[in-house]
């Protein structure tokens, strides 16, 4: 009996000396981590050890932004040529929007849709507006705006088209990359983006881009998600013009021997531009918009003298 009574003031003494050595060893470890400024290296290897390895990323270890130039570790300054996949279109830390996060922050952080607040719907009117639509639907990633997308192509064949319940197919051109959940990789032709998570997403079918008797076969009439613009084939896209505003692909193929994206992009990086490889041989560049003319001609240069470099 007296040893069940003494056993929790036993464990409790074990669990506070447990606690005050983690806390030490937390000690320990952040002073030993914090103990100067970081470099490269040990921001590479941090992640390294305590990061799933799902990503590679191009070896910079940023610390700061302004505009369209951001700063690593060791203060060394770039141009951003990525924009966070374009989700810096706007530049890094613009002055309005840091006031708006700031002002929201403090006054309410979320509320989720499980209750109205006063600016979703103020937002809302805003944007339908703007573009000429009925309602809206937020997303906080592209990849989930491509899953509502599939959701809402398939409940319009049933509840509109009269398809027969559960039979709608969603056809996808090959080579297309919209995210990595499970839909977006049932529609992947690229091994490394679903090689491994299979059984993949039933109801999905891929057909050659730009392939237009392919796609009679189904009897059906791409729209494309970006509007009003309907797309018959590849060949009479107008995405292309339109991404030149927002983005464009450079194919190192027949500038460099071997077709290695990643070295180019590594020399881009010492000449003091990012940019990500994508497929092995072409370069995304994406420079937020705010970028100016000056900005651009240095940047051409920078390309230019990168690529002959090779």
């Given at each position: 009996m007296f040893s069940k009574l003494t056993r929790p003031q036993s464990l409790a003494v074990l669990c506070r000396g447990v606690h005050a050595s983690l806390s030490s060893a937390t000690s320990v470890a952040t002073k030993k981590t914090v103990q100067g400024p970081l470099s490269s290296d040990y921001i590479f290897e941090r992640e390294a050890k305590y990061g799933a390895h799902n990503y590679h990323p191009l070896p910079v270890a940023l610390e700061k932004g302004k505009g369209v130039y951001v700063w690593d570790?060791?203060?060394r300054k770039y141009f951003d040529f990525l924009s966070a996949y374009s989700a810096v279109n706007q530049g890094h830390c613009h002055p309005k929007i840091v006031s708006a996060l700031k002002a929201q922050s403090e006054k309410l952080t979320l509320t989720s849709r499980a209750f109205y607040n006063d600016v979703l719907?103020?937002?809302?009117?805003?944007?339908?507006?703007?573009?000429?639509?009925?309602k809206?639907?937020?997303?906080?990633?592209?990849?989930?705006?491509?899953?509502?997308a599939c959701k809402l192509a398939r409940k319009w064949a049933y509840v509109v088209k009269g398809i027969p319940k559960y039979k709608a197919k969603i056809i996808f051109a090959a080579g297309n990359f919209w995210g990595r959940t499970?839909?977006?990789?049932?529609?992947?032709?690229?091994?490394?983006?679903?090689?491994?998570?299979?059984?993949f997403m039933p109801g999905f079918e891929v057909i050659p881009y730009n392939d237009l008797p392919a796609l009679e076969v189904f009897g059906i009439i791409l729209l494309c998600l970006l509007g009003k613009y309907s797309l018959q084939s590849g060949s009479s896209y107008?995405?292309?013009?339109?991404?030149?505003?927002?983005?464009?692909?450079?194919?190192v193929f027949p500038f460099i021997a071997d077709y290695d994206a990643w070295k180019v992009c590594l020399r881009l990086r010492d000449n003091g531009l990012l940019a990500k490889p994508t497929h092995g041989d072409i370069i995304r560049l994406a420079p937020p918009l705010v970028i100016k003319e000056d900005e651009i001609r240095e940047c051409i240069e920078i390309i230019h003298k990168t690529i002959l470099s090779f």
């Open positions: 570790v060791e203060g719907g103020e937002y809302e009117e805003f944007v339908t507006k703007m573009f000429n639509y009925n809206v639907l937020p997303m906080n990633t592209g990849v989930e705006a491509g899953e509502t499970m839909s977006a990789i049932s529609s992947s032709t690229d091994p490394s983006s679903y090689d491994g998570f299979g059984p107008h995405v292309l013009k339109m991404r030149h505003f927002l983005w464009h692909g450079v194919n």
